[in-house]
């Protein structure tokens, strides 16, 4: 049995270096214990030698594993991290990745305590400013449970490069200067300095923000555990919040219903509804289908969307809804499928901004899918409640020619079923000159290229005949 | 320390601690090396809690709480006789630069009761950002409240400057809100939030290299930590399954990071026809569950639908437990063999014990004590699963599993 002697703080490399000296000399678990460099031991340390030629590599995991939990205060670290690492060295490969190993797992929760311990120094610890020789530092006391003082400093350089900070713990100093992190060995608690700051205005916030209504003590205690508490100036308050806590909502129960103050009326009075711009029957028509709800699409959409182009348009486009796109810009046509529409009127020599566009249905009909929205097809009765507006959008426009796009949109123009397959072409909607052919986006479901070329090659063509019926 | 900012400081952070968000995780990594002052992580740091268990990560406050609208469940609302109080831009940037230097907080958590116009108290709440962002170099986390029907173009500065936006949707349902906020919209809520996911999909998509480009500068980012939104719970009569419709579809249309579910609790200055006690906790949790397991788990909503028929959440038990007992037929699922879809369903078994399963299983063959070293307890998960050693027999079928299960009542009336 030998003995190996390590400092409490001892880092990777320190360990490392003895470790490999251990597997040198071919030392198993049970024939070395390592220890803290302070404590009294009856066994011989390792003999003289050297450990050259000894060369062997371990994994990411284990890296990991050694490099959070040698940070811890367990006086076994060491000897478990020898233990997992002669195993790795003798065959284990993938020890240090499996958790259910019960050395791995003890490591994998010291790693986990030091990871804590290394958050909450970032958390908790507080920074007073003093004036030192004319200049100003910041000075905090800290207590960690682990040797964790290295590991949380670079998180406050990061943070506060600009200024001068001294952390002082029970482990050592760290003190960042004119651009330079120095680690030092313990030093006592510093006396506070007055700092209304924190005395003040922290404390005050912090009193504030509680709602004595929502009483979680226990909580509390998980996260912000009591041995903190006496760096941390807020807590000095926590007795009298809690112990005010059920007068106060007691109090605020037995409350009668505010009577208001006088300016309540007086802002009251100066509320104006918004004032609707209807200068046109289109504007009155768009402002009565924004607050429509004929049909329950309304409810998970984000807004009506509501036909966009010249009011004395010659043709008017009929889609089926708006999608995606079109329910959040709250404008037709401007989704996938709209783009490749501008695409096909440009090719047909027809001008975008002279036609008008609009959609069979108002509201975008969907099922929520995780981040996504799919594109649901409205159901007879959505576009039966939703005609009532397009019928009175197109007597407004009285437009030469109305297109449908696709069989929603046909369905909804002649009040029957319509396949657009069959009846693709000149149409007549009741008094109204039409034209029926496939919607956009059904361009853009057709799987194979070839094909989808042929299509738009027929979309672009009807297109054309629509113009030439409009002109 | 004057008093008259203290007093300030008392009101507007009394007015703002309703608003249950706190999050000072997620976005970009920034820090103070190449000068300016803070950081941020990505992962948030809870800088202190408070005996309601809640963190303190922001200084959450309120720029002013005068307010003209009237909606029943806000402590600002201008029928309320609490005291009012209003900060000045200066005063702000300074009280946040002065906590952040202690390492008291991560950042700002700015709100604005609207005294005035929405595009005014909005341009407010983006001068304090710009003003910290230039003038101070301020690098810690920013999270800005939108005003909805506040103009685009000031939106679009807030996103310049804040790591994170919302706009409260308050109330699950249009009704309540008509009920309760009757001069807010709706409509202008959800178009705000449907502003603010395009900006952040324009910029997410600006900032990715067109292949084949030259290298350029990226252009700026835009609320690299998303947006987020709060319903209040209890105050209105929606159900739970009506509140969780609502988030579903509120994350698949706006790609929210977050909904914050803050349970209706009294401010002291109640107002006629809203309940005056609390709503209890725990049916906040349950949502904060259900949320997860829709998010995290692969959960659709009707199988919240299974777990809760009569539209409420079972408070005695979790969610997950209550949809297992309900669908026995899905168990046991063999922890050596099973999926991981299957696992995410077992009660018990939660993201990382999932994963962690996983893996030890590639090593060895697990039994009922691996299960219980990796998942932190069994109590739950034993009646589900089949491991090298263990096998559910009759308890599965069990009448009284679900008294089993549950824990004792005792422990739920600590809420």
């Known amino acids: 049995m030998h003995a190996v002697r390590?400092?409490?703080?001892?880092?990777?490399?320190?360990?490392?270096?003895?470790?490999?000296?251990?597997?040198?000399?071919?030392?198993?678990?049970?024939?070395?214990?390592?220890?803290?460099?302070?404590?009294?031991?009856?066994?011989p340390p390792l003999p003289d030698g050297t450990d050259a030629g000894t060369s062997f590599s371990v994994s990411r995991a284990y890296q990991d594993l050694l490099h959070d939990a040698i940070c811890h205060r367990a006086a076994d670290r060491f000897d478990l991290l020898y233990d997992v690492l002669w195993r790795?060295?003798?065959?284990?490969?993938?020890?240090?990745?499996?958790p259910a190993d019960p050395a791995v797992a003890r490591l994998s929760g010291y790693a986990r305590a030091v990871r804590r311990d290394v958050h909450k120094m970032h958390a908790f610890l507080r920074f007073r400013p003093r004036e030192i020789d004319g200049r100003t530092r910041h000075v905090a006391w800290f207590e960690p449970q682990h040797f964790t003082l290295r590991r949380a400093a670079p998180f406050f350089v990061d943070r506060f490069a600009g200024m001068d900070w001294l952390?002082?713990?029970?482990?050592?100093?760290?003190?960042?200067?004119?651009?330079?992190?120095?680690?030092?060995?313990?030093?006592?608690?510093?006396?506070?300095?007055?700092?209304?700051?924190?005395?003040?205005?922290?404390?005050?916030?912090?009193?504030?923000?509680?709602?004595?209504?929502?009483?979680?003590?226990?909580?509390?205690?998980?996260?912000?555990?009591?041995?903190?508490?006496?760096?941390?100036?807020?807590?000095?308050?926590?007795?009298?919040?809690?112990?005010?806590?059920?007068?106060?909502?007691?109090?605020?129960?037995?409350?009668?219903?505010?009577?208001?103050?006088?300016?309540?009326?007086?802002?009251?009075?100066?509320?104006?509804?918004?004032?609707?711009?209807?200068?046109?029957?289109?504007?009155?028509?768009?402002?009565?289908?924004?607050?429509?709800?004929?049909?329950?699409?309304?409810?998970?959409?984000?807004?009506?969307?509501?036909?966009?182009?010249?009011?004395?348009a010659s043709i008017v486009f009929v889609g089926e809804q708006p999608g995606d796109q079109e329910d959040l810009a709250g404008r037709p046509f401007v989704g996938p499928a709209g783009q490749l529409f501008d695409r096909a009127l440009a090719e047909a020599g027809i001008d975008r901004s002279a036609v008008y566009c609009t959609n069979a249905v108002k509201h975008f009909k969907y099922e929520p899918r995780g981040r996504r929205r799919i594109h649901k097809k409205p159901d007879p009765g959505e576009v039966t409640a939703c005609r009532w507006w397009l019928d009175r959008e197109l007597d407004a426009l009285a437009p030469r020619l109305v297109v449908a796009l696709g069989g929603t949109s046909a369905g909804a123009l002649s009040g029957r079923a319509v396949s657009v397959l069959s009846e693709r072409g000149p149409a007549q909607f009741g008094a109204r000159?039409?034209?029926?052919?496939?919607?956009?986006?059904?361009?853009?479901?057709?799987?194979?290229?070839?094909?989808?070329a042929e299509e738009y090659r027929a979309f672009v063509a009807d297109l054309r005949g629509i113009r030439e019926a409009a002109a | 320390m004057p008093l008259d900012l203290l007093k300030k400081l008392e009101i507007l952070a009394d007015a703002a601690k309703y608003d249950a968000s706190c999050a000072s995780s997620g976005g970009s990594k920034r820090d103070s090396l190449r000068g300016g002052i803070g950081s941020t992580t990505g992962?948030?740091?809870?800088?202190?809690?408070?005996?309601?268990?809640?963190?303190?990560?922001?200084?959450?406050?309120?720029l002013t709480n005068f307010c003209r609208y009237d909606c029943a469940y806000c402590v600002s609302r201008r029928s309320s006789n609490v005291a009012r109080a209003r900060f000045s831009v200066d005063e702000v940037v300074r009280l946040t630069l002065d906590l952040y230097r202690r390492n008291c907080i991560e950042g700002l958590f700015l709100s604005s009761g609207i005294a005035r116009g929405e595009d005014e108290t909005m341009g407010e709440l983006v001068r304090v950002a710009r003003t910290l962002r230039t003038a101070h170099g301020f690098r810690g986390y920013i999270h800005l409240k939108t005003i909805p029907g506040a103009s685009d173009a000031l939106v679009a500065e807030a996103g310049r400057w804040a790591d994170r936006l919302s706009i409260n949707v308050e109330l699950p349902s249009e009704t309540s809100l008509s009920t309760y906020a009757p001069e807010k919209d709706a409509t202008s809520i959800r178009r705000g939030m449907a502003a603010t996911r395009t900006l952040i999909d324009e910029a997410v998509?600006?900032?990715?290299?067109?292949?084949?480009?030259?290298?350029?500068?990226?252009?700026?980012?835009?609320?690299?930590?998303?947006?987020?939104?709060?319903?209040?719970?209890?105050?209105?009569?929606?159900?739970?399954?009506?509140?969780?419709?609502?988030?579903?579809a509120l994350y698949a249309s706006y790609r929210l990071k977050r909904v914050y579910y803050a349970a209706f609790s009294p401010t002291?200055?109640?107002?006629?026809?809203?309940?005056?006690?609390?709503?209890?906790?725990?049916?906040?949790?349950?949502?904060?569950?259900?949320?997860?397991?829709?998010?995290?788990?692969?959960?659709?909503?009707?199988?919240?639908?299974?777990?809760?028929?009569?539209?409420?959440?079972?408070?005695?038990?979790?969610?997950?437990?209550?949809?297992?007992?309900?669908?026995?037929?899905?168990?046991?699922?063999?922890?050596?063999?099973?999926p991981r879809e299957?696992?995410?369903?077992?009660?018990?078994?939660?993201?990382?014990?999932?994963?962690?399963?996983?893996?030890?299983?590639?090593?060895?063959?697990?039994?009922?004590?691996?299960?219980?070293?990796?998942?932190?307890?069994?109590?739950?998960?034993?009646?589900?699963?089949?491991?090298?050693?263990?096998?559910?027999?009759?308890?599965?079928?069990?009448?009284?599993?679900?008294?089993?299960?549950?824990?004792?009542?005792?422990?739920?009336s600590l809420f």
């Open chain 1, 167 to 312: 952390i002082a713990t029970p482990i050592g100093t760290a003190a960042w200067c004119e651009g330079r992190l120095v680690f030092g060995p313990p030093a006592d608690k510093p006396a506070d300095a007055d700092d209304p700051v924190l005395d003040e205005l922290w404390s005050t916030y912090y009193r504030t923000t509680f709602n004595p209504a929502r009483l979680r003590l226990d909580a509390m205690r998980r996260e912000m555990p009591r041995n903190f508490w006496a760096n941390m100036p807020e807590t000095r308050q926590i007795p009298a919040m809690v112990a005010a806590a059920g007068r106060r909502v007691a109090g605020m129960r037995a409350q009668a219903p505010d009577v208001p103050p006088a300016f309540s009326e007086r802002v009251a009075a100066h509320w104006r509804p918004a004032v609707v711009r209807s200068d046109t029957p289109l504007d009155e028509l768009r402002a009565e289908v924004a607050a429509c709800r004929r049909c329950p699409l309304h409810g998970p959409a984000t807004q009506a969307v509501f036909g966009e182009g010249p009011p004395d």
């Open chain 1, 88 to 98: 790795v060295v003798h065959g284990a490969r993938g020890l240090a990745a499996n």
């Open chain 2, 342 to 412: 299957a696992l995410l369903r077992v009660p018990g078994l939660g993201v990382r014990a999932v994963d962690r399963i996983l893996v030890a299983r590639r090593s060895a063959t697990l039994r009922l004590a691996d299960i219980a070293r990796l998942s932190g307890g069994l109590s739950r998960t034993r009646p589900f699963i089949v491991t090298a050693d263990w096998r559910p027999t009759a308890s599965l079928d069990d009448a009284h599993l679900r008294r089993r299960l549950a824990p004792a009542p005792v422990q739920l």
């Open chain 2, 268 to 338: 002291g200055h109640p107002s006629a026809g809203l309940p005056q006690a609390a709503t209890p906790l725990i049916r906040e949790h349950r949502l904060y569950q259900a949320d997860w397991l829709l998010r995290f788990y692969g959960f659709e909503l009707p199988d919240l639908v299974t777990a809760a028929p009569s539209g409420m959440l079972d408070q005695a038990i979790d969610p997950k437990l209550a949809w297992a007992l309900a669908r026995r037929d899905q168990f046991p699922v063999d922890v050596n063999a099973a």
């Open chain 1, 6 to 43: 390590l400092p409490g703080d001892a880092d990777d490399a320190t360990f490392r270096a003895a470790a490999k000296r251990c597997i040198a000399l071919d030392l198993a678990p049970q024939d070395v214990a390592f220890m803290d460099e302070a404590a009294p031991s009856l066994f």
């Open chain 2, 205 to 248: 998509d600006a900032r990715k290299p067109a292949p084949g480009a030259i290298r350029r500068a990226k252009p700026p980012r835009f609320a690299p930590a998303g947006q987020s939104t709060q319903m209040i719970v209890g105050a209105d009569r929606a159900d739970d399954l009506a509140i969780l419709g609502a988030s579903t």
């Open chain 1, 433 to 452: 000159a039409g034209w029926i052919t496939m919607h956009p986006s059904f361009l853009l479901r057709v799987p194979d290229a070839a094909r989808q």
């Open chain 2, 43 to 62: 992962a948030g740091i809870c800088h202190a809690f408070t005996p309601d268990g809640r963190c303190v990560s922001l200084l959450k406050i309120l």
